[in-house]
């Protein structure tokens, strides 16, 4: 690797070297030897590289629709892709106030929480984050992004009239209306009817 030539008594010398484009965890035994008036002195010592990436991951799941008022769940989860084991992930989910530091999550590991929100009235967009110091000190985070529709629907029936006074043998004339009162559209509407007399289009 390189000649360090003469070394005083009591001195030091120092090289340094590199590798570079490291994908995966190496060591090396690094050996040293010298030569004195009465034979030779050796040594050996041992560098091992952990390799990293920059890399945790967060997402974040709800159902896409669900009804005014209802309470919706999200799934927060965390993924420690950095290969190498981390401390501290702090989660981060401001919509709902909630914040957690998950002391240690080993290298390919998951974690998962679930946050609410209650009495769902409006559609929801909220982003959840993630955030850890790496090994070298270096901070590195992530996001994502959940959309929830929330939908109010409704339906109201009106028969007019209410009540009436006919003939006997004569025809009984009722108006049927079916109104939409939500805010979604509506298929498959059907009406049906339960009475003494039928009742034809």
Same mark, same amino acid.
């Given at each position: 690797?390189?000649?360090?030539?003469?070394?005083?008594?009591?001195?030091?010398?120092?090289?340094?070297?590199?590798?570079?484009?490291v994908t995966a965890d190496f060591y090396?035994?690094?050996?040293?030897?010298?030569?004195?008036?009465l034979g030779q002195v050796t040594?050996?010592?041992?560098?091992?590289?952990?390799?990293?990436?920059?890399?945790?991951?967060?997402?974040?799941?709800?159902?896409?629709?669900?009804?005014?008022?209802?309470?919706?769940?999200?799934?927060?989860?965390?993924?420690? *892709? $950095?290969?190498? /084991? =981390?401390?501290? %992930?702090? &989660?981060? #989910? +401001?919509?709902?106030?909630?914040?957690? !530091?998950?002391? @240690?999550?080993?290298?390919?590991?998951?974690?998962?929480?679930?946050?609410?929100?209650?009495?769902?009235?409006?559609?929801?967009?909220?982003?959840?984050?993630?955030?850890?110091?790496?090994?070298?000190?270096?901070? *590195? $985070?992530?996001? /994502? =992004?959940?959309? %929830?529709? &929330?939908? #109010? +629907?409704?339906?109201?029936?009106?028969? !007019?009239?209410? @009540?009436?006074?006919?003939?006997?043998?004569?025809?009984?004339?009722?108006?049927?209306?079916?109104?939409?009162?939500?805010?979604?559209?509506?298929?498959?509407?059907?009406?049906?009817?339960?009475?003494?007399?039928?009742?034809?289009?």
């Amino acid at each position: 690797l390189s000649d360090f030539g003469t070394i005083a008594a009591s001195a030091t010398k120092t090289t340094t070297c590199s590798a570079t484009n490291v994908t995966a965890d190496f060591y090396n035994n690094m050996s040293v030897t010298g030569d004195h008036p009465l034979g030779q002195v050796t040594d050996d010592v041992y560098a091992i590289v952990d390799v990293f990436s920059n890399d945790i991951a967060i997402a974040k799941t709800a159902v896409s629709t669900a009804l005014a008022g209802s309470t919706v769940n999200f799934t927060l989860t965390v993924t420690n *892709t $950095s290969g190498t /084991d =981390l401390s501290n %992930v702090i &989660i981060h #989910d +401001p919509l709902v106030g909630f914040t957690k !530091t998950v002391s @240690s999550l080993a290298d390919g590991a998951v974690h998962n929480e679930v946050v609410s929100v209650n009495n769902a009235q409006a559609d929801i967009s909220n982003t959840a984050f993630v955030t850890v110091t790496l090994p070298n000190m270096a901070t *590195t $985070s992530d996001s /994502d =992004l959940a959309v %929830v529709s &929330i939908i #109010d +629907p409704g339906i109201d029936i009106v028969v !007019t009239p209410s @009540s009436q006074e006919i003939e006997v043998n004569a025809s009984a004339l009722l108006t049927i209306t079916v109104f939409n009162t939500g805010d979604i559209e509506l298929t498959n509407v059907s009406v049906s009817m339960a009475g003494a007399a039928n009742c034809t289009r």
